[in-house]
């Protein structure tokens, strides 16, 4: 099945920086990739997506690129703000709807 | 508009005991997965429904079963709950087919004891 790797485990910025995330997966038929950001007792809450077509999307602060020669996709946050804190997960999946996810990242942006 | 709705919030059991989970999906979702988060991991794939039928399993034991009402809403059930089974289960809806965007609720915290 899909395996779903994520780098750094936890990431510090200073607020108003860019953070980036990246995540490479295994399967080559993975064709959608979208990003969750999960904040304390809450469930994950889809932030962007890309699909395998597209090189690069964004939305406002946040941008996601794919590369799908090298296999990894990485999220973006320009201007950083105290609220963008909290863990993120990336997720691949092959258009079934069932996602394989990342173990996920802890961000935290220093005031 | 409402968004996933899951019941109960939490709940704490013991080690052999049976727990049902509920799932109401965003009106008009057709489908509806459950997902599996251990603290400090990823949601992991447990099933997938899709007008009340199963799409697909994932990984888990025979003791997690799950089904879909001609309303669209879901339980999961687990059986013969173990200590390691204790964690935060996800219920997200979609409108079906091969879209893969999926929306989430907030969890049920399960703790087995």
């Known amino acids: 099945g899909e395996n779903v790797e994520q780098h750094p485990s936890t990431l510090s910025v200073q607020e108003g920086d860019s953070a980036v995330i990246k995540c490479t997966y295994s399967?080559?038929?993975?064709?959608?990739f979208p990003w969750y950001k999960q904040e304390l007792g809450k469930g994950p809450q889809l932030i962007i997506d890309i699909r395998s077509n597209v090189g690069e999307k964004k939305d406002q602060r946040i941008a996601v690129t794919l590369n799908k020669t090298a296999k990894h996709f990485s999220l973006h946050i320009t201007e950083t703000q105290p609220e963008d804190s909290a863990v993120y997960f990336c997720?691949?999946?092959?258009?079934?709807?069932?996602?394989?996810f990342g173990k996920g990242n802890q961000v935290v942006v220093i005031p | 508009d409402a968004g996933v709705t899951q019941s109960p919030t939490h709940l704490i059991k013991t080690r052999g005991q049976q727990v049902t989970l509920r799932c109401s999906p965003i009106?008009?979702?057709?489908?509806v997965s459950w997902y599996q988060q251990v603290l400090g991991q990823g949601p992991q794939f447990i099933f997938q429904y899709y007008e009340k039928e199963e799409r697909g399993r994932g990984n888990f034991p025979d003791r997690f079963s799950a089904r879909q009402f001609p309303n669209y809403s879901s339980e999961l059930n687990v059986n013969a709950l173990l200590l390691g089974d204790s964690a935060l289960y996800l219920c997200?809806?979609?409108?079906?087919?091969?879209?893969?965007?999926?929306?989430f609720g907030e969890g049920s915290r399960l703790t087995v004891l």
């Open positions: 399967d080559s038929a993975s064709n959608y």
């Open positions: 997200a809806s979609s409108w079906g087919g091969d879209t893969g965007e999926l929306f």
């Open positions: 009106s008009g979702h057709k489908s």
């Open positions: 997720a691949a999946s092959d258009g079934n709807n069932r996602l394989a």
